[in-house]
Structure formats: structure tokens, C-alpha cells
């Protein structure tokens, strides 16, 4: 038999979902027999439905909640559900006053486009959940470039909105037990590849303008482009997310925190087609104006495989600033870089302050790569005379093995990059290495227990160790609740 989800008509689904005490359910169904045949089988289907016992860890828990099922959502891969998920959300977002309402996305295919989130909302999406994201661009509004970067990425003019997008909000969570989004990305990465775009490709998740948001549990693969996108947001937790998505897939980036303050990014394992995590503000003088930097940034115990871009990218798009970000405890295989900064003339900002702690790397094309002529502008009017201003970038407690260059430092001509500090590092090279492994220009700082060692720009200094803070954040101690939605839906 097919398992396919129900719809109740809105009384009956209340007494599915609120009730789980079996003796409640005989009294209740006698009731129904009571009533007439065929509501007493509704019944006798509700209670030989499955529990759904969802339980999950969240900023906030919720009084309300519903299926998209309810909502005439159809979980069968081929229906969109566009309508359903803009409806179920209009429709629960006038709990956002009265305790909120989670949306539960139960097992199934749900094809879709795009479509908002509200405030004081959860979007549970069950494991065995998948949001497919529809080929149909007529399900994707175009929506304004961004004030940052003055332009779309991939054409000049507007964008697609995202998957899933939520704008001037308070308070939203996108949640599963690891349920899928699947953006089917190789329409759009061959429209790319194809140069057949004239708007820039949708992400899987964007969230712009909005404070207290949490994206944790979720498997993202085959985004058209970057998969996770908080954009203008403060106190955002990004958690236990799995990114895949092939290797050669155009601008897969995993996860972009840009222009946002108080970000902690933990427990991700990210494979893509471009750099695991990309910090960003904005791009030359758009970023300038605009001027919202990225800053207190925590990332942690992230696993990256991306043999075609950076662990952690600062940049390029960096002109709104870019400080105080703290890495500790990563993992990098078959990566081309570790933490890289990206950068150019034109685009002012700074990238200063980022520490980075205890990163185990195997088979790298660098350890360090520090680029100061990224190039990549939006449009020829920017300001030449906009330097960036890159100091105090700290590496240390750091092993790599199998790696064929282990730096290549390129600081800007009369602007050099300074205060590069790396210390207990040991790098371990390919059978068969280059000669020069420390290519060094326009740079300043030290170094201390270095092997190989380092370039003259980056002397030896010892003993020291490089600084990392001791003090913690305060996105690091917000704690997640434990919220559970006691329910039974039922599937035939
Ligand atoms: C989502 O909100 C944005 C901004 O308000 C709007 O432009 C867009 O059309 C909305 N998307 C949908 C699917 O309604
Ligand atoms: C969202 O917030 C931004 C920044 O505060 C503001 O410029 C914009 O008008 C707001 N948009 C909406 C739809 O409220
Ligand atoms: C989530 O699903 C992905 C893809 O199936 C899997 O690789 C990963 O291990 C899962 N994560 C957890 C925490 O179960
Ligand atoms: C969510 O992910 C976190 C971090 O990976 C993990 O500790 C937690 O158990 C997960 N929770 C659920 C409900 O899957
Ligand atoms: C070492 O790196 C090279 C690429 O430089 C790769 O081809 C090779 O498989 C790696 N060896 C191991 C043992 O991982
Ligand atoms: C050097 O780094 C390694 C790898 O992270 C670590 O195990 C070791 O404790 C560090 N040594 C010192 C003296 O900090
Ligand atoms: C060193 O870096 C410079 C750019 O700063 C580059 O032009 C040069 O080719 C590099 N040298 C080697 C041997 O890789
Ligand atoms: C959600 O909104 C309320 C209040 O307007 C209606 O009473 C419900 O019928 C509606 N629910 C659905 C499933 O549309």
C-alpha cells in the first residue's frame, strides 16, 4: 500500500493530533459511532495511525501547531505545494501573539518553490520529510538585489527568492529530525554553466532583516546555489546541519553568514562545490555604504570536503568589516584551503580580529592562503583608493597532513596585511612537495613552532603561543529548549 498523508477535515485532525491517551480516544470514538458510520471509521483510521513523537531541541517552544497536510498539502513528489505551505503559514502566523505555532512537514515528497516564514514560527520538518524545490520559475518571485551588494551575483539584475525565505522577522526556527531539502540544483547549475541567466539563482535558505534564529537538523543537498543565507540578522544558531552537494557544482557554498552580529555555527559536516563556510558584509562600495559588518562569530566542530574551495572563506565580499570570529575544532579533507581570506582593492572594510584553534587537515592544496587580489567587482565604480584593512589574524594548535603548499600569504601592495600570528603548527607534506613553500608578499607577523618553517615576513618567535579568547559570547550560552509536539498523524 502507498503511504500517502490524509486530510481531515479541521475538527477531526484536532482530535488526531491533541489526542494521544488511548482511554480518551475510546470515549471519543464511542462518542463518534454513536454519531453515524463514518465518522466513527475517520476515527478507527486516526488511532491506527502512527505516534509522531517529535521532540526537539529549540530557542523557543511553541502552543500551537500544525501539518501542512491540514492545508491541503500533498506529499507525493509531483503536487506543488507552494500554495499549501503560503497558506499554513498566513494562517498560523496570528498565533505569533499568543505562543507561536510549529508547522510540521510529515513524511512525504513536497515539491514547492518559494515561500515566507513568519515570526514566533517553527518549521519542524520530519526526518523522512523532503521539500523538493520546484524547476518551475514562476514559483520563485523575483525579489531586490540586495542593498550590500547592489547587484545580483549572477546577473546584474533582481534574484530569486529563496526555498525557504523569511525577511523583518523575530523569532523563527527551520528544524527536523534531519529532514531533507532538496533544491534539485542541476536545472539551475546548468543554466549557469550554460550562461542562461538573467536574474541570480534562488538559495535553499535565506534570512534577511531578522533576530533569534535557529537552522539546526536539517540535511541540505543539491542547493542551485548557497545553501544557507543570514543576511542583516543578530543572535542566529546554526546547528547539526549536513550540506551536500557534488563537488563541481557551481557556487554551492554552505553556509554564508553576511552582515550579521552574534552567530554561532556548530556541528556541521558541509561537502561542496564551493567554500564550506563563507563569511561576508557586502561588496565594494555597495558594502561600504551599507556598512554592516559581520562580528561575533563563533564556528565549531565543522567537518568540510570541498577540493575546489576554502574550510572557512573571509570574504571576498568583506566591505562592511568582518571581526571578532573565533573557529575551533575543524576538520578539512581533500579541501584546496583552510581559512582563507579574500579580498581586493576597492573593497575597504577590515578583517580583523579572527582567531582559529586546533584544525586537523588531510590532502590540502594550502594550509594558509591569504589572497589580497581576489578582483571580482560588481561594477566599475568602485573606489580604488578603497583598501581593506586586514590585521590580527591568529592560527594555532594545527596539524595537516599530505598538503602540497603550505602557505601562500598575498598581502596588497602598500597596504600590507598585519599582526599574522601562527603558532604550533605541523604540516606534512606530499610525496612530492613544491620548493617554495612559503610564498609570502605584502605581509607582517610571527610565528612560533612552525614546521615547515615559515617565510622571512613571518619570523620565528618563541616561545609564544597565539592569542585566542578567553572570554566567552553570548550566542555561546543561550541554551536550547526541549520541546516536544505530542501528536498522532495518521498515514494509509
Ligand atoms: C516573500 O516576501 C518578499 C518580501 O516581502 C516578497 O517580495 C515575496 O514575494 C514573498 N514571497 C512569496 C512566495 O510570497
Ligand atoms: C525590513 O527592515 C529593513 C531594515 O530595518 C527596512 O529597511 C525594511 O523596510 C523592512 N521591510 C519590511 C517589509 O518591513
Ligand atoms: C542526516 O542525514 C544525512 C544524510 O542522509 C546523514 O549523512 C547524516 O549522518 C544524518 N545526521 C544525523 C545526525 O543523523
Ligand atoms: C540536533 O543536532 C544536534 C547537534 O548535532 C544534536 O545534538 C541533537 O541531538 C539533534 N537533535 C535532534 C532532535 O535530531
Ligand atoms: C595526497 O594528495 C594527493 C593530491 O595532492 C592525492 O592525489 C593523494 O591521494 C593523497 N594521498 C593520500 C594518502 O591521501
Ligand atoms: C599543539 O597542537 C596540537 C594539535 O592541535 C595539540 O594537540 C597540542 O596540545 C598543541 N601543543 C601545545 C603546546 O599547545
Ligand atoms: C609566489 O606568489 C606570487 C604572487 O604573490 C606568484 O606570482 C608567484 O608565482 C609565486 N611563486 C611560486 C614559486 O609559487
Ligand atoms: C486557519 O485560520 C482560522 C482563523 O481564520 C480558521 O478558522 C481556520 O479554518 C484556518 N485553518 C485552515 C486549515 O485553513
Redesign the pocket.
Known amino acids: 500500500m502507498r503511504i500517502l498523508p490524509v486530510n481531515f477535515q479541521t475538527s477531526m485532525e484536532y482530535l488526531c493530533l491533541k489526542t494521544r491517551n488511548s482511554h480518551v480516544m475510546e470515549i471519543i470514538s464511542t462518542t463518534f459511532i454513536l454519531l453515524g458510520l463514518v465518522l466513527s471509521l475517520r476515527v478507527a483510521e486516526c488511532r491506527s495511525g502512527k505516534t509522531l513523537d517529535i521532540e526537539f531541541p529549540a530557542l523557543n517552544c511553541r502552543k500551537h501547531s500544525a501539518f501542512l497536510t491540514d492545508f491541503g498539502g500533498v506529499g507525493d513528489g509531483k503536487t506543488s505545494n507552494t500554495k499549501a505551505f503560503a497558506s499554513a503559514i498566513a494562517n498560523l502566523s496570528r498565533f505569533a501573539s499568543d505562543g507561536g505555532a510549529t508547522l510540521v512537514v510529515p513524511p512525504g515528497k513536497w515539491l514547492t518553490g518559494s515561500f515566507n516564514l513568519t515570526s514566533h514560527f517553527t518549521l519542524y520538518i520530519h526526518k523522512d520529510a523532503v521539500l523538493l524545490g520546484s524547476e518551475d520559475e514562476s514559483e520563485w518571485p523575483r525579489i531586490p538585489v540586495l542593498p550590500s551588494y547592489g547587484r545580483g551575483r549572477d546577473a546584474p539584475g533582481g534574484r530569486l527568492s529563496s526555498l525557504i525565505f523569511g525577511t523583518n522577522l523575530t523569532d523563527v526556527i527551520v528544524t527536523g529530525g534531519n529532514g531533507t531539502l532538496d533544491g534539485q540544483g542541476a536545472y539551475w547549475w546548468e543554466k549557469f554553466r550554460n550562461k542562461k541567466l538573467d536574474v541570480t539563482r534562488p538559495y535553499l535558505i535565506e534570512i534577511m532583516y531578522s533576530n533569534q534564529v535557529q537552522i539546526s537538523n536539517l540535511t541540505l543537498v543539491n542547493s542551485p546555489s548557497w545553501n544557507v543565507h543570514p543576511i542583516y540578522c543578530s543572535d542566529v544558531i546554526i546547528q547539526g546541519l549536513t550540506i551536500l552537494a557534488p563537488v563541481d557544482s557551481p557556487n554551492t557554498d554552505g553556509i554564508n553568514p553576511d552582515s550579521c552580529t552574534n552567530i554561532r555555527i556548530e556541528d556541521c559536516y558541509i561537502v561542496s562545490g564551493d567554500d564550506c563556510i563563507a563569511v561576508k558584509s557586502g561588496w565594494d562600495q555597495y558594502g561600504i555604504k551599507v556598512g554592516m559588518p559581520t562580528q561575533h562569530l563563533v564556528i565549531r566542530r565543522l567537518t568540510c570536503i570541498s577540493p575546489d574551495s576554502a574550510t572557512i572563506a573571509l570574504g571576498s565580499e568583506m566591505s562592511g568589516g568582518i571581526q571578532d570570529v573565533r573557529a575551533e575544532d575543524i576538520t578539512a579533507i581533500d579541501t584546496q584551503a583552510g581559512v582563507r581570506i579574500k579580498t581586493a582593492v576597492g573593497r575597504g572594510g577590515y578583517v580583523k580580529d579572527i582567531y582559529v584553534r586546533r584544525m586537523t587537515m588531510k590532502t590540502m592544496k594550502y594550509v594558509f592562503w591569504i589572497t589580497g587580489s581576489y578582483g571580482s567587482h560588481p561594477d566599475p565604480g568602485y573606489d580604488p583608493k578603497a583598501l581593506p584593512d586586514i590585521h590580527g589574524i591568529n592560527f594555532r594548535d594545527m596539524v595537516a597532513e599530505n598538503v602540497t603548499y603550505s602557505a ?1 600569504l ?1 598581502g596588497i601592495p602598500n597596504d600590507p596585511f598585519k599582526g599574522i600570528c601562527i603558532s604550533n603548527v605541523t604540516i606534512t607534506l606530499t610525496e612530492k612537495p ?3 613553500q612559503w ?1 609570502c ?1 605584502d605581509v607582517q607577523g610571527v610565528t612560533s613552532h612552525v614546521t615547515p618553517p615559515a617565510c622571512d615576513s613571518l619570523p620565528e618567535k618563541k616561545p609564544m603561543e597565539c592569542p585566542f579568547p578567553d572570554d566567552r559570547l553570548p550566542i555561546e550560552d543561550v541554551k536550547l529548549k526541549s520541546c516536544s509536539i505530542a501528536s498522532s498523524f495518521t498515514l494509509f
Open positions: 601562500r598575498d613544491k620548493k617554495l610564498n608578499t
